[in-house]
């Protein structure tokens, strides 16, 4: 009796969960057809109502409206394959074509009033497959910065989705290359060399080596510390950390007893203060190119307890290095790519 009444029970939870699904794409088909009769043809509206038909796959007003859309876009594509050159607009107009039959191939799996010619889309995805070819050989990016420049990578890959093309991918290799921007890192110090200097450089170089080779995104690359010569091209920087300020003062000396007084904590509050300026230099003329100020501060506290015996400092350098591998994480991570508004 408990198992029928927990199968009655799942029964009941899977007939309300399948109701929730098919009112969702009832609502994505209705959405999906308002955006095609206030919009046309879009992305959105087809993405809205494939989405529809898969919950709501025996909606006819879904359907017939799909078979429409799906019809206007298969005439809109043989119509544009008939011209010699192409612009933007008609190579979107084409992706949507390819982005809505990979749709409608799906659900004429599971619909059986969408009927979907393998051989007809077979055929107009090769001649689209010249066309996007054709487009971005004869694209011009002869006056395009840098930004202009990612952004065509970003559109180019858009056009392999559904068509691996190996002229179309070289032009996009070329076009990385191209733009790839390589920073090193180096420092140097503004007054005499002192112990705390050493120190600081070498947190310096044991954080850049864990980050070596590092994507910073945007095709900028952190070559790691005093690499230059060997990443020396037209789009290197070599980043100088000039330091000529280091200080840790005290804020504030505090005192506690622990142990029925039998043990003095000496407590003092301090701050790390670091100063300096970030030198760019840029390869092709050798000259520095962006100079900008930095400071590092930070408050930390270290303590001495005293006993009768016995005296014991907690290791201020120790503090000191992690307060600092963090920051130059921090600096070689998100902040040597904003130099020169890359």
Known sequence: MKKIIFFISLLIAFSGCSAIMHSIGESDINRGINIYQSRGLTTEGINYLASGLSN???????????????????????NILRNKTYSERDINALKLYLLASEKYSILSGKIPQLTFNKEKYFSLKNKINTAFENYVLKDNLTNLNRKQKINKIFYYK????????YIIRDKITKLEQEISINIVLTSSFRYRYNSSNFDIQNILISVADKYTNRDLGNYIYFRGYNSYNKYWSNNSYLVDMEFYNFETPILEISERKEGNGEKIIISQRKKLILSGEYRVIDSKTYGVVEIKPFRIEENYNIEMSKTQNTINFSNENDVIRKILEKKFTDI??????DFRNF
Request: charged residues 25%; hydrophobic residues 30%.
């Open 56 to 78: 709501a796959p025996d909606s006819i007003i879904g359907i017939e409206s799909f078979k429409r859309q799906y019809l206007e876009l298969e005439n809109q594509s043989e």
């Open 158 to 165: 858009s056009l392999l989705k559904y068509n691996q093309n």
């Open 332 to 337: 070689i991570l998100y902040r040597l790519r």
